[in-house]
């Protein structure tokens, strides 16, 4: 099995074709053709691909009239299936139909991305990476060295608030009321005619008490606060989910599964959606922080729609999203069982410490990738761990199935995290 990649610039458009299974180097692509070729956008290849002239044989010996660039790989076979994995579309070919292609070293195997990244924990991942590709120098501190904001005080007091579980209503208005800002933002929400409140809102007690509630105003308080601390990158996939839709989806549908768990193994319904809604808050710190590497980022993922994103930031960037985040949050105090959730996250054999949370946040992505609603290739969910959650797939897929008629819902309040303080 073959895959096309179509490439276009000012000039024409270009297809690079390599082994199926592999990542499309975009680098050597540059250095081959001297052209800054980019991905066509997947809304684009869908139509083009879709076109009913590529149906017949004539239509695609004139597709392989294209400019191609091959991968030796590809030439050691007499016959071949030749797929486009964005809208599915394959075809037969032959080694004779690549007559006319410039070989040269296109793919990359997963195995040779794993032989270059570099060895030791964490934090020692992080610091070569910032070394190598920003011109920021280590100081004593790696938090010092990033120069990353810190969360607000009320931030930190809305964290401890989600970690207590015998938290309430009565502990969280007076940390409202201090904060005018979240004061402003939490009247804004609560007036809002989504939430249709009988009557008008008159006080910030009648906002959380009448019309909110605990757990939704906690939530909202974090998703803002975090988003205020870094924002979401304008340049991000092409045709990719919303940052804050896909990560309020993750949330719910984490808690949602998470409340279905054994009560002897569930961890706490409060904590799992936290760390659903930050689940990709580490795509926030590479934009920030590898800014003039993220746009190659952003296209090498585009290019490789069938690539696990934390191995295609390996190869750009030798640190992933998973890494970052979870380093960040656990300096800012996180909960340990969010941080090393999130660490985990797609590993589905993960054992260690607070595993139930990394699988809980693992079968929640890959659901609803298959909806559509997270980035990231399409694939089933690991078996086993439906088993280590005690979770069969029919009660999974019940629970999705809910949260798909919430869909209103969850729209609305990712607007408002996207949005802070903007009635929805």
């Not at 260690?352 to 997270?374: K, P, S, T, V």
Request: charged share 20%; glycine share 6%.
């Amino acid at each position: 099995m073959l895959r096309m990649v179509l490439l276009h610039d000012s000039e024409s458009k270009v297809l690079a074709i390599m082994p199926a299974q592999s990542l499309l180097n975009l680098s050597v692509v540059w250095k081959q053709t001297h052209r800054q070729l980019q991905p066509v956008r997947h809304e684009d290849v869908c139509r083009f691909f879709n076109q009913d002239a590529l149906q017949r044989e004539a239509g695609q010996k004139k597709l392989l009239s294209l400019p191609l660039l091959i991968d030796p790989q590809c030439l050691k076979h007499d016959k071949s299936e030749l797929i486009e994995l964005c809208s599915g579309f394959s075809f037969p070919v032959t080694r004779a139909d690549f007559a006319g292609a410039v070989p040269c070293q296109l793919s990359v195997t997963t195995a040779e991305i794993a032989a270059e990244q570099p060895s030791g924990d964490d934090e020692t991942v992080i610091t070569r990476a910032v070394e190598r590709f920003t011109a920021l120098r280590i100081k004593q501190r790696l938090e010092d060295t990033l120069d990353l904001p810190s969360l607000s005080p009320t931030v930190q007091q809305i964290i401890m608030l989600r970690s207590d579980p015998d938290a309430g209503v009565a502990d969280l208005v007076p940390v409202v009321k201090v904060d005018p800002s979240l004061s402003a933002q939490v009247m804004s929400w609560a007036a809002s005619p989504y939430y249709a409140a009988p009557g008008d809102v008159h006080s910030i007690d009648d906002a959380v008490i009448r019309v909110l509630g605990f757990d939704l105003v906690v939530n909202m308080a974090l998703g803002t606060g975090m988003g205020k601390v870094l924002k979401v990158p304008k340049d991000g996939p092409r045709g990719g989910t919303p940052f804050w839709l896909q990560s309020v989806y993750n949330a719910c549908l984490a808690e949602k599964l998470c409340k279905q768990m054994p009560a002897d193994i569930r961890p706490q319904p409060g904590m799992a959606y936290l760390a659903g809604l930050l689940h990709n808050f580490g795509y926030l710190v590479l934009a920030h922080l590898f800014a003039p590497q993220f746009s190659l980022l952003i296209r090498y993922i585009e290019a490789n729609p069938h690539f696990q994103l934390h191995q295609v930031e390996q190869q750009v960037l030798n640190v992933t999203r998973e890494q970052i985040g979870s380093w960040l949050l656990s300096s800012w105090a996180l909960p340990e069982a969010v941080c090393t959730g999130i660490r985990h996250q797609n590993q589905p054999g993960y054992t260690g410490e607070h595993a139930h949370m990394a699988q809980l946040l693992y079968l929640a992505n890959r659901m609803l990738r298959q909806e559509g609603l997270a980035d990231g290739p399409l694939e089933e969910p690991a078996p086993e761990v439906y088993k280590t959650l005690g979770l069969t797939p029919e009660q999974a897929r019940a629970a999705l199935d809910k949260l798909l008629t919430e869909d209103s819902a969850i729209r609305a309040l990712s607007t408002m995290l996207e949005q802070p303080g903007q009635v929805a």
